[in-house]
């Protein structure tokens, strides 16, 4: 009994996805002309994809990006550097901004946790 109780809890916490650090930023999100083209990891733009820019974490990376205001929440991965604005954190794409309901103001209070 005990170690099936043990085996089902491990099962449990290994398929949590784990946050390694959280935090307040401040986003934006791409203009249409950089559509097509290559971004820091080589990839081409693409504003329906789920990518974001952020200036120190590594490429590869996978955020979850939480706005407070509606609970909206997406995952994107690090694909390019930037965003090179004073005071903005991350720049997402327009799908990214759609689905945390930010398109209108083009700037947001987000919650950010870097998943591992």
């Known amino acids: 009994m005990?170690?099936?109780y043990v085996a089902g809890l491990v099962l449990a916490v290994t398929s949590l996805t784990v946050a390694a650090s959280a935090e307040t930023v401040t986003a934006s999100y791409y203009a249409a002309k950089f559509n097509g083209r290559r971004t820091a990891s080589g990839q081409r733009f693409n504003s329906n994809a789920l990518t974001a820019?952020?200036?120190t974490l590594p490429l590869g990376t996978r955020v979850k990006l939480t706005?407070?205001?509606?609970?909206?929440s997406v995952i994107v991965r690090v694909n390019d550097r930037g965003p090179f604005v004073k005071?903005?954190?991350?720049?997402?794409?327009?799908?990214?901004?759609?689905?945390?309901?930010?398109?209108?103001?083009?700037?947001?209070?987000l919650d950010m946790e870097t998943l591992k």
Do not use: C, E, M, Y
């Not at 005071?87 to 700037?107: E, M, N, P, Y």
């Open 67 to 72: 706005n407070p205001n509606n609970h909206h």
């Open 2 to 4: 005990f170690f099936k």
């Open 53 to 55: 820019a952020h200036k």
């Open 87 to 109: 005071g903005r954190d991350i720049s997402v794409t327009r799908r990214a901004a759609k689905r945390l309901g930010f398109t209108r103001s083009g700037v947001a209070q």
